[in-house]
């Protein structure tokens, strides 16, 4: 069904093509020259004050009042029916709360208590899905190690001991393997727990949490963060021949799964209401901060975005439709169960594109983009409509597109902004994550290039080709 | 005594200048290339690798065995030991420790718990000399202010309630008021305890201590730092329209003085062994971080200077004596003792200048200078020796220097060294004052540069002379 659907809409497009042909010669960006009022009219409304201000608010409000939006959590529920709620008040259409069975991961009291020269009670927070200690802890000696490579060199000490993984920030992708890998690792070699240096490039004692994964033939061990600080603390005792030991106590447990929520509304198309571009951030956040930039943040830009439209009386050909998915901190069953929905309900061929923003609504600089280079060809004329303010690139590939990953797996092409990440790993997953990181000027600036993107993709004649 | 003694000194510069007036016109900067062959030496040593991993090796150690150097404690006795000893190994002569009786406050177990829509357990330090509460704790309602302005206006309202100081970063000497004054004046209108938004430009959930004062004439009430977040949470609720309450718990008190000392060695002059240049930095520090910028690294950097000194053979004309203060952070008990001892002796107007780093080991680009505009005159040609290291500027007014302040206030010229001190206070009294925040290059630079002048300074065949 999927590539005779691929052939139909390749077939059109090489029609349209060669329709047009002579005239693009000269210019082929010219089609999006008929966006540039409407484009302006967007940019306009999102860096208008009063809708600055209306963005902050509405940022601030659920931040505030539902900082700990953990799948599972109370907060993520009452913050997914404050959008729910919010989003009629706005006159959206199918305002509707899609039900999602979610991880119900809770940390509870943990600390960690380092014992040297002098006795140090640690900051640390507990890693996303990892087991608990027996009540009274676990107390053993460190043994710490910088990579893989060396680990696997040493594996024959690590029986008995806590494994402190202290591997210096690199790139996320490389360093969260770490996370992602350690304790299985160091279970395998016989440590009753590991440690992790928190995925970061830069603390103010500040750790991180973030989720974990057991292999299968792995006793699961307790696994938690601690700071940079701390780590190279232990690390320069034990250089000086120092026997650090640290005692661990974690109440952490995998609760029964629970109930919960993917949360949409839509602006209906106004001649292809059928079809839809499908946009969004996810509505869960971790246990810690506010998750104000991971992403509620991503949340209310792409939802403003719509809003702006909705204003203005701007209806595109296609349906655009706004998504708070759920769960994407330690499952994506949210974006997963958006993906089976539509392809249940028939309606995923309909998808001409996904957007997600969660990497930070920073100061805006381009697009990511995961799809066809044809398609990717076909979009870079819109980067005209948004280079007045600064967003000038398109590039392959698209960051913070987790949610939107098993469409794109399916074929549907994939979009993300591109923001001044510099500081995002600072704040990732932390109880720094808050309001004051962000700036309302910055925020505009992606909500107007979310906004032209958006509408330009719900608008124009063509659908995108998919990715086979 | 003192103007008698000054008069010689200004006559014997008056001959001094009247013989060499010929030669100097050409170019008064002329007699420090004098110096250029031992300036390069110096710079040389203080920039070579194992020079730079001796200097690091004990910034790391004193900080780490020692972190928490807080006036009355143990730890700060053992690092005053550990640099008596360490610099007797050095080959420093007249190694010798200062009693001093110093403050001693305690912080104990505190919190502080926010209750609004939810109950929030806040990062928060008490502030350095602060009251305690009861044991059961205070809980008001908290009425947030911005300005001692707004407080005056709004003062009938303070009755009963914690006052929140939430008072952006302009600059230190300016927000600090708020740390030194606020309890004071919201005791006066009847609260029953003050927070404070921490001091500081930029926050990772990052609370900051610092020293307070209660006026003679008002019940002392516990006054705490919160975080800059917290702060602006507690600020947006309100504005909103909720109640918030505070529960605050601190067990801080003052016990009796206790007895600490000032750690002192030299490096005896070769013609003038009676006439001082003291330089050097504070050894205490607060019970939280590690103290490493504040100011472990402004005492090492002074130390290591002369240190380098020594190693290279080098012996200026008069005395360089390196001296780690005490109780900086809660009296200055230390700086004043030092003055006592050398007033009681008869050697205060001995000295040549007083040299302090205390405004983090950033990386240098000048001096600041506090004395006589004649004085400072006299050294700026020092500068055309540490411009090759980017140290190229002679201000007035020394920023750093709080410990060699009753010494300025006789007359001593003083000077402190300027740095990039962009993130001094994002670190400064939290528990992200830790070696990681500093750079190597950057503290062998601030030596290189300290060596230079204090060499030089100690080896002029002029006296500076005093302030009036």
Known sequence: MKSSFLSLITLSIFLTSCADETERASDSYQWVDDYRETADLLIEAALDDTNKEIMWDRLAYVTDYYPHRLSGSR?????????????????????????????HWVRGEESAVMHGPYDKEMRMLGLGSSVGTPPEGIRAEVMVVHSFEEFEERAGEAEGKIVLWNVPFTTYGETVQYRVRGASIASRAGAVASLLRSVAPFSMQTPHTGNIRYDDDVDPIPFAAITLEDSELIQRFIERGETIEVSLKMEAEMLPDALS????????????????????????????????????????????????????????????????????????????????????????????????????????????????????RMLEPVL?????????????????????????????????????????????????????????????????????????????????????
């Open 75 to 103: 907060m993520l529920e009452d913050a997914i029916d404050w959008m729910h709620d919010t989003m009629l008040e706005d006159g959206f259409e199918n305002v509707y709360k899609q039900e999602v069975m979610v991880p």
């Open 261 to 376: 929520h993917n949360v949409m509304g839509e602006l209906r198309g106004r001649e292809k209401p059928e079809e839809v571009v499908v946009i969004g951030g996810h509505i869960d956040s971790w246990d810690v901060g506010h998750g104000v930039m991971d992403d509620a943040g991503g949340v209310i830009a792409t939802w403003e975005a719509v809003r702006l439209m909705k204003e203005l009386g701007l209806q595109p050909r296609r349906t655009i439709r706004v998504v708070g998915w759920t769960n994407e901190e330690n499952g994506v069953m949210g974006g997963r169960a958006y993906r089976d929905m539509v392809m249940e309900n028939g309606s995923l061929e309909l998808h001409q594109m996904a957007y997600e923003i969660d990497f930070g609504v920073f100061e805006p600089f381009g697009f990511g983009f995961s799809g066809t280079d044809e398609a990717r």
């Open 384 to 468: 005209k409509l948004t280079e007045a303010i600064g967003v000038t690139e398109l590039r392959e590939g698209s960051s913070g597109t987790v949610d939107i990953g098993p469409l794109i797996r399916e074929g549907v092409p994939g979009m993300g902004i591109d923001t001044d990440t510099e500081r995002y790993f600072w704040y990732h997953h932390t109880d720094a994550d808050t309001l004051d990181k962000l700036d309302k000027d910055d925020i505009a600036k992606v909500i107007a290039a979310t906004a032209v993107m958006i509408y330009v993709v719900a608008d124009m004649e063509e659908r995108l080709p998919w990715a086979e």
